[in-house]
C-alpha cells in the first residue's frame, strides 16, 4: 500500500505528455515556499492498494497518447521507493511510462531499485550552494548532487527542476555554479526554470503556519530570462514553466 495525498487527473507539467499525476505524504525537505505544505507531515493521506492504481491508471490509459503516463510526486516518493517499485513493476508490464518527481536526497537500495522501473526522473535542485541550500529546505544538498551524480552514471535520463525565488535561488553567480556542476552530464535531457508563486500560501494559513516567503514578490520577466541565459550555455534545452 502507499500513503497518497492526493491525485490529479490530466496532468500536464509534470513529465512528458499527458499524465496521471499521484502526490504521496510525507517529505524530508521543509521547503520555505513549499505550495504543499500539507503533504510534508508523514501522517495523513489515505492508504492506496496498488492494483486500485494500477487500474486508474487503466482508465485513463486513452488520454496518454505515445508520451503520457504516470508520475509519482510528493511530498517526498523516494520515501516510499520499495512498495513503489512494486507498482513500477506491474506499471511496465501494463506498458506504462513512470516518471518519479524527488528531491533527490535519498539514494539506497530501495530507490536504486526503484530507478530500474522508471524511464524519467524529475529532480528538483533547490540550490547549489549549501548554506543557501539549508536556508531554503532545512536540509543540505550532498545527497541531491550525489543523487544525480549517480543518475548520471547509470544513464537515466532526466528533467531538472529548479525554483527561481527571487533573493534566495536567482544570483547570477548561483546560476553559473550549478551550470559548471552539472555541465557535463549527458543523461540531462532539459532544465525547467520554475518561477516562484504564492499559490499555496492559503494552505499555510489553514495550518496555522507562518509563511516566510511573504515579503518575496514573483519574478519579473526579465530575472526569468536572465536565469535562463546564464543556464542555456551549459544545458542544451533550458525552458520556463
Not at 51 to 58: Q, R
Request: charged letters at 20%; a neutral charge; glycine letters at 8%.
Amino acid at each position: 500500500m502507499l500513503r497518497v495525498h492526493s491525485i490529479e487527473s490530466l496532468g500536464t507539467y509534470d513529465g512528458p505528455g499527458i499524465r496521471l499525476v499521484i502526490f504521496l505524504q510525507g517529505c524530508n525537505f521543509k521547503c520555505l515556499y513549499c505550495a504543499n505544505p500539507d503533504t510534508i507531515a508523514y501522517q495523513g493521506g489515505s492508504e492506496y492498494l496498488l492494483e486500485d492504481l494500477v487500474k486508474m491508471a487503466d482508465r485513463q490509459r486513452p488520454f496518454f497518447g505515445k508520451k503520457g503516463g504516470i508520475t509519482i510526486s510528493g511530498g517526498e516518493p523516494l520515501i516510499q521507493a520499495k512498495e513503489l517499485t512494486n507498482l513500477f513493476i506491474r506499471l511496465k508490464q501494463e506498458g506504462f511510462n513512470t516518471c518519479i518527481d524527488t528531491n533527490g536526497s535519498i539514494l539506497n537500495t530501495s530507490s536504486k531499485a526503484l530507478l530500474e522501473y522508471t524511464d524519467l526522473v524529475l529532480l528538483d535542485i533547490k540550490h547549489i550552494d549549501n548554506s543557501k541550500h539549508k536556508k531554503l529546505t532545512g536540509m543540505n544538498n550532498q545527497r541531491t548532487l550525489a543523487f544525480a551524480d549517480y543518475l548520471a552514471e547509470i544513464n537515466q535520463p532526466v528533467w531538472l527542476r529548479y525554483v527561481l525565488v527571487p533573493g534566495y535561488s536567482d544570483k547570477p553567480d548561483d546560476l553559473h555554479a550549478l551550470g559548471q556542476r552539472i555541465s557535463g552530464m549527458q543523461n540531462i535531457e532539459k532544465l525547467e526554470i520554475q518561477p516562484y508563486h504564492k499559490l499555496g500560501v492559503h494552505k499555510y494559513e489553514a495550518l496555522g503556519c507562518n509563511y516566510e516567503l511573504s515579503d518575496v514578490v514573483p519574478n519579473t520577466p526579465e530575472q526569468l530570462n536572465r536565469a535562463k541565459k546564464i543556464l542555456e550555455s551549459y544545458v542544451n534545452e533550458v525552458v520556463v514553466n
